[in-house]
């Protein structure tokens, strides 16, 4: 069953260089559907993982400073409740450019990390971690299990929605897991994604929308057992999913996977009436977002961006928005500057331009990091400028 129709764009991290803006880009239609049997909802796929996740993938993760304050936690939270020391060993899958596992090699935990973009898998290994450049999958897993790599604990912090094939993916754990080893997911949550019309965490990268209903039928089938779960403000709400080898797991199920189960039923995650309005939704964010535009254009306002998110570049070629409507996009990640964005084609620019430029809005795209950039961006009303962001839903101030 159709979700919601985003019409066509690039992929969201195939960031430009100035030489190819002289050469065409290859758009995909960006469709998402609901299994009415199963009630996974995943993006219709047009693009394969090799076109997705290039060498000069320019996602970093450490460029958030609220995300890695997450990460350490994590870890902390992780070492205490299940006991891992010097005798453990730790792998994470997407370990990016080892924002987490920094903090596992410096309480002396042995760990290794499989990611397979050749940028970030070398800032993790300037880090001093060791890095294994592959994508993950039940072949993968049984390769480690062989070399007596076999983890106490794995982490997949926000790769459970970018995997094609999720059953061989999760799969994997099952066989990568010591037998009372536990596993835990982050993924942002479909419920959240619906409710607060975050239609732009939509793009082709994410080809799975989760829910716990549906993550746990496919944890079933591959041999994993789910026994609690939390929800977490990251990604504007996410789930951190725990799991066990089915067959020799040792953790007590506790009451939270029952209580959202029950929590999504209510909200009607395995019915069509929940899905049926998010177009509409989508459609009047962007309409407002547009409209926002076109007034400020008309009053000689100026408008820049801040942060070149993924779900940024969603909006913007969702809307047909270009270089008359927003000048330039700031970033600190210096991967991307000097880049242009996917399809729009705004330039990427240092903050240093921002202060120079002082336009009189602001929009941030990465609005799940707000609470992180308005202090950050504090100084932009030294010259009456004022900080925007377009969804759930157009805030000015």
Known sequence: MPVIDLGTAPPSNAYLTEGALAAPEKWFPLRVLVCTECWLVQTEDFAGADELFAPDYAYFSSYSTSWLAHAERTVADMAARFGLGASSH???????????????????????????????????????????????GTRLARELVGQGKSADWTAAN?????????????????????????????????????????????????????????????????????FDVDELPTHGGSLR?????????????????????????????????????????????????????????????????????????????YAGIRRDLIAFVVDRNPAKAGKFLPGSRLPIVDEA????????????????????LVPQLAYVKEWGGKLVTAVPKLEVG
């Open 353 to 372: 331009h921002l202060k120079a430029a002082k336009p009189d809005y602001v929009v941030l795209f990465p609005w799940n990091l707000r609470t992180e």
């Open 158 to 226: 926000n790769v459970l929605a970018h995997v094609p094939d999720i059953n061989d993916f999760v799969a994997g754990f099952a066989a990568l897991l010591a037998p009372a080893g536990v596993a835990t997911f982050e993924f942002p949550h479909l419920l959240k994604l619906l409710q607060q019309n975050q239609f732009d965490t939509i793009y082709h990268e994410h080809f799975s929308y989760l829910s716990l209903t549906a993550v746990r039928r496919i944890f079933e089938r591959n041999g994993l057992a789910i």
């Open 90 to 136: 730790v792998i994470e899958v997407a370990a990016n450019d080892g924002y987490l596992l920094q903090y596992v090699k410096a309480r002396g935990i042995p760990c290794l990390g499989i990611e397979p973009t050749a940028g970030t898998a070398a800032v993790a290994r300037q880090r001093g971690l060791e890095i294994v450049e592959e994508f993950f």
């Open 241 to 317: 999913v725990y799991a066990q080898r089915a067959d020799t797991g040792t953790q007590r199920a506790g009451g939270n996977v029952q209580a959202l189960l029950a929590a999504e039923a209510v909200a009607g995650v395995a019915t069509a009436a929940l899905y049926a309005p998010f177009q509409a939704r989508a459609d009047g964010v962007k309409n407002e977002f547009l409209a926002f535009l076109l007034d400020a254009k008309k009053s000689g306002k100026t408008v820049a961006g801040y942060g070149a998110a993924a779900k940024g570049n969603t909006l913007l070629n």
